[in-house]
Nanobody, 119 residues
Framework: QVQLVESGGGSVQPGGSLRLSCAAA????????MGWYRQAPGKQRELVAG???????NYVDSVKGRFTISSDNAKNTEYLQMNSLKPEDTAVYYC?????????????WGQGIQVTVSS
């Protein structure tokens, strides 16, 4: 069974940068959609960025121009480059992937990783 393993979170000052990684542990034939979500305390989980297999990318308005989603298909890894971070970006970030494997189609979530932006 395929699992998503996240890394790269941590604490940073406002204006700083972080890059989140999400590696698929296991064999994937292809992906349909990959994305990053976040959930701040007391708030609902929201989609931050997503990319389809056709290359269509979308971002929530609050991160446009600051965050970049990308993937390395050879490594089965997706990334979220976060620049010009703001305190309101503080949240637990989750990667998500809709993938095709030899055993079928799976909708996967990472374990979540904390991002804290504070001075």
């Amino acid at each position: 069974q395929v699992q998503l393993v996240e890394s790269g979170g941590g604490s940073v000052q406002p204006g700083g940068s972080l890059r989140l990684s999400c590696a698929a542990a296991g064999s994937i034939n292809s992906f349909n959609v990959m994305g990053w979500y976040r959930q701040a305390p007391g708030k609902q989980r929201e989609l931050v960025a997503g990319v389809t297999s056709g290359g269509k990318i979308n971002y929530v308005d609050s991160v446009k121009g600051r965050f970049t989603i990308s993937s390395d298909n050879a490594k089965n890894t997706e990334y979220l480059q976060m620049n010009s971070l703001k305190p309101e970006d503080t949240a637990v970030y989750y990667c998500n992937a809709d993938v095709e494997t030899s055993t079928g189609r799976w909708y996967l979530w990472g374990q979540g990783i904390q991002v804290t932006v504070s001075s």
